[in-house]
């Protein structure tokens, strides 16, 4: 509980997008991010899940195990939380 509460969405968003293209170049492309601000958002959610999540492969980088287990928890938790504030901005 204690690493949840270092996460904030913005690190989330992050990692649901470095889980899709496997580059951080190309995750920090797709945010308007720079690749470093990607890297030290990947360095965070290294420490805060204890876990490398993501490592050099032969084409960009390779989840890890953890990292596959977090892929869908995570894409759901997003989904819901787009579809939460998309309904209520369309109700106000």
């Known amino acids: 509980m204690n690493n949840l509460r270092r996460l904030d969405l913005n690190l989330l968003v992050t990692l649901d997008v470095l889980l899709a293209e496997h580059n951080v170049t190309r995750a920090a492309e797709r945010q308007n991010f720079s690749q470093p601000s990607v890297s030290v958002h990947l360095a965070k959610l290294r420490d805060i899940f204890d876990d490398?999540?993501?490592i050099p492969g032969?084409?960009?980088m390779r989840p890890t195990a953890?990292?596959?287990e977090l892929r869908?928890?995570?894409r759901l938790a997003l989904e819901a939380l787009a579809h939460h504030f998309s309904a209520h901005s369309s109700s106000a």
């Open 52 to 54: 490398p999540l993501l």
């Open 58 to 60: 032969p084409r960009g």
């Open 66 to 68: 953890r990292a596959e």
């Open 72 to 74: 869908e928890p995570l």
